[in-house]
């Protein structure tokens, strides 16, 4: 095998002529550099030089091999610092996944401090909710995946193979019309709001409403069903019907025509960021973790 400190040798050696000004150039002995030309002949399987009383010349794989050399080691040298730049976060990318809360709630706050601190991370963003966010990561399509789980159960919700970095957990709250008769309770049990026409949310959080209200000993009539946070808020703002919302999605919204009521019994879904193991290692990958960390604390605090 070919190294670059070889190559450096036998570039000094073809511009200076010989043995001992490559030495002086390089800064080391001429046995040194005699030692380092044998071996480069040695991995070439060829010879490279031709000796000839005080003379040397190359010889035609000299030639070639002093030829490429330069390139060899001007892409080598622009390598090493790139990723001396990566390593120091003056440049990477992060390519991040968040469900639709996460990225209004969480996201902008992390990136803004991140670019603060480091203006040479590049972030995508793109959005998908659980599982789907957590099957990129594993798939390799991102970097880190904003995701949430309600209770940890097998199946998609089970992340062993993957760096968890817990980020906060997030209350279920219910939301009715101002006209309700239960706006102005603090809190309600869900079963008190059996009757009532509903409106659901995104599929995972659907599936949540349901097992809760079947819990509770009734199965909510859904009327309607959207993926849209802000929908669901004006569609019960119209007095269409009532829901339960993570907390987290409400802060994101203005609520109009609705008011929000403690839900029991209470239910938490675990807001989290997930890395694959090694991808945890890199600078700007963990920098980004941290943001989101920062970013949970302050929106709990």
Known sequence: MIEARHLRVLRAVAATGSFSAAARELGCTQPAVSQQMKALEASAGTPLLVRTGREMRLTQAGEALVRHASGILAGLTAAEEEVAAIAGLRAGRVRLV?????????????????????????????????????????????DVALAFRYGSGPGPDAWDDLVVRPLLADRLVGLVPEAHRLAGAGSVAIGELAEDPWIAGCPRCRRQLVDVCETAGFTPRIDFATDDYPAVVGLVGA?????????????????????????????????VALTLPDLAQVPAVAATLDELARAAARLGG
């Open 98 to 142: 968040s469900f639709p809360s996460g990225s209004s709630a969480l996201v902008p706050t992390a990136l803004a401090a991140l670019r603060a601190a480091h203006p040479g991370t590049r972030v995508s963003l793109v959005e998908a909710e659980p599982p789907r966010s957590v099957e990129m990561l594993r798939e390799g399509d991102c």
């Open 239 to 271: 007095g269409l019907g009532v829901a339960v919302l993570p907390e987290l999605a409400i802060d994101s919204v203005r609520p109009r025509g609705a008011v929000t009521v403690g839900v029991e019994p209470a239910v938490e879904r675990e807001i």
